[in-house]
């Protein structure tokens, strides 16, 4: 299968499979919305290509990334994208079912953070790709299993970051309670101010306390007419620009 080069910004150029699920908007999102920890170290759960592992240790984000890919092309990809951005020191891409972690990474990470798959197994149609099919379906684990394991190797007090869709916020907010992961932070992102949010990004904390902070929504462009750069609000040109979310979403 042939690949592709992908430039992310100045700094990271990645190779995607052809055809295969490309880095979006949704895993930058979520690079932007990991608070920085420069002494802490992550894990990422279903790390694709790498990228936002990549993003994370480039901007000091974290120490140290372990990026768990169940796929094993992909996780080749991912650990060929570490070694082409200069980044062995500071990411170990394992190739392991999450749901197969052993104690050893228990209770080890500061922060742990996943764009998980946000599709049900038997929803919708599978793409004829398998890889595809399982970067979209729940086909290696289901939103439970990566929530689980990110509390099991998350230390008290760790952060967990997490991608997902609106439409089953409930149950992600449902299963970090039942996994003591307290939610404490959630920011629904939308296209533009008339549509509905397509995106949900979530904080919680393990073993912290109730109390959660529903942010102002993230508008991405200023209008449907123009859904291009050029169109981006202040608000999404400050998140490209600095690779952080703005004070008002804190």
Known sequence: MTEKLTEINEKLTIAERTGSLSFGTDAYLLYAYMKRRKNAVG????????VISLLAVSADKLKHITAVEVQEGIAAIAAKNVESNGQNGKIDVICRDLRQLDN??????????????YMRADSGLLNCMDENAAS?????????DFVACASRILKFGGTFYAVYRPDRAAELIALCHENRLAVKRLTFVHPTSDHVPSILLIEAKKGASDGVCVTPPLIIYFSAANMTNDGYTDDMK???????????FR
């Open 136 to 144: 979209r379906h729940e086909l290696n684990g289901t939103i439970g």
């Open 238 to 248: 400050y998140i490209y620009e600095h690779g952080d979310f703005n004070d008002k």
């Open 104 to 117: 050893s990474y228990c209770g080890v990470y500061d922060t742990v953070f996943t764009n998980p798959p």
């Open 43 to 50: 894990c990422e759960l279903g790390a694709g290509s790498g």
